[in-house]
């Protein structure tokens, strides 16, 4: 089935968000499958913002390993001890960092990501996964980015709690 996304042409992020949250919730209400939630929510995210990479790395056999995205190749399994989604999953909190280079740790995926944002995905209190986003600006995500993503994670989680993994 085709799906229809409506994009406002003019606003703020916090208008996108504001217009898309609710269509991804729509999007995955009725869906069973994770994967291809997963891959439709990156869809919406890279047509909506046209970040450079935005996708998912779940929580399996002990690391994070890869998951569906939209963008260029990515590092396929990444330990919790690693980088910036290493920290959010430790943290379990959603971490901003303006410029990759100056975070201790830096997985460099991609030399051309200078900026990411990376969200927890929480049921019960843990991490299931992390939701990461790069750009190629340095200082391209704010508390706008940081409330919108964690919309988007809230709703991952609720269908988690619906459907299982």
Not at 55 to 67: A, E, H, I, R, S
């Amino acid at each position: 089935m085709a799906e229809q996304l409506t994009i406002p042409s003019t606003g703020t992020k916090k208008d996108i968000y504001a217009a898309v949250v609710p269509q991804i919730e729509a999007l995955i209400a009725s869906e069973s499958d994770l994967v291809a939630n997963l891959a439709n929510i990156a869809a919406v995210l890279k047509q909506a913002f046209d970040f450079f990479w935005v996708g998912f790395y779940l929580v399996k056999d002990g690391q994070l390993v890869l998951g569906p995205f939209q963008g260029p190749l990515a590092c396929t399994r990444i330990p919790f001890d690693k980088g910036v989604c290493g920290a959010c999953y430790r943290e379990k909190q959603t971490l901003i960092v303006p410029d990759v280079e100056a975070f201790p740790g830096h997985i460099a995926c991609s030399s051309e990501s200078r900026s990411e944002i990376v969200v927890p995905v929480l049921l019960n209190g843990e991490v299931r996964m992390v939701i990461d986003v790069d750009s190629k600006a340095l200082n391209d995500f704010d508390e706008q980015d940081k409330e919108g993503l964690e919309q988007v994670a809230a709703a991952i989680s609720r269908w988690l709690a619906k459907y299982g993994d």
